[in-house]
């Protein structure tokens, strides 16, 4: 609770270089995913620091964040685990 400004300074840097990654690598779909679900962490750890620095309500968007990352990784593996098993397959 005694770093609340560098906390809430770091937290700028932290969310553009996410996006930044996410744009470098949209045309990469497994990449674009992994990235996707950090931005989506980043973003719920931010929320979540917010509400503890600031006292606002934030928990529900920060779970809600977490369950969209969740989401991008599970997608993520499960294309992974298509893709291996079709080249299983063609071996």
């Known amino acids: 609770m005694q ?9 700028f840097p932290a969310i553009i270089m996410a996006i930044y990654i996410c744009y470098k690598t949209r045309k990469q779909p497994l990449a674009f995913l ?4 950090v931005l989506c962490w980043i973003s719920a750890n931010s929320c979540w620091m917010f509400t503890e620095f600031y006292n ?7 779970l809600g964040l977490f369950g969209i990352g969740l989401v991008f990784i599970f997608i993520y593996l499960y294309q992974v685990i298509v893709k291996n098993s079709m080249e299983d397959e063609n071996a």
Do not use: R
């Open 56 to 62: 606002f309500n934030g928990k529900l968007p920060a």
């Open 3 to 11: 770093w609340k400004i560098a906390g809430t300074i770091a937290f």
């Open 34 to 37: 992994v990235n996707l679900s």
